[in-house]
């Protein structure tokens, strides 16, 4: 039997952390040093394999335009062309955001963005891409 004085009434856990904004939600961050979840932005992950899916589709003879692709998809030719850009994206960028070892400041809306299509360009431009 446990002496009910020796719980206390109640428990106050600290846990430093902030609220940041990624992929139009928000995202709980831990400072620095501390283990990242491995639950990673998603949404940037669905982008790129929806790019490069597309792209196959196109190369493919499958869609001839962009326009015809984007009525299929349920989307604007334009959010399709944004989106069809990460497949420009280099290697080394796309490797990261896969193992989800990017920044948090690389975001969806982030890489939406123009960007430079030379490889070497978009890993000096490393506070936007990497």
Do not use: C
């Amino acid at each position: 039997m446990t002496d009910a004085r020796l719980v206390p009434d109640t428990v106050t856990v600290h846990v430093p952390f902030r609220l940041v904004k990624r992929g139009g939600r928000k995202e709980m961050q831990l400072p620095e040093g501390a283990p990242q979840s491995s639950a990673s932005d998603n949404t940037l992950i669905k982008a790129l394999a929806r790019a490069f899916r597309w792209k196959r589709m196109l190369e493919s003879g499958e869609f001839t335009t962009f326009a015809e692709l984007a009525e299929r998809e349920g989307i604007t030719p334009s959010y399709l062309t944004r989106v069809m850009r990460l497949t420009l994206l280099a290697p080394d960028i796309v490797e990261a955001i896969l193992e989800r070892t990017h920044g948090a400041e690389l975001t969806l809306a982030r890489v939406l963005e123009p960007f430079p299509t030379e490889w070497a360009q978009q890993t000096r431009k490393s506070v936007v891409l990497h």
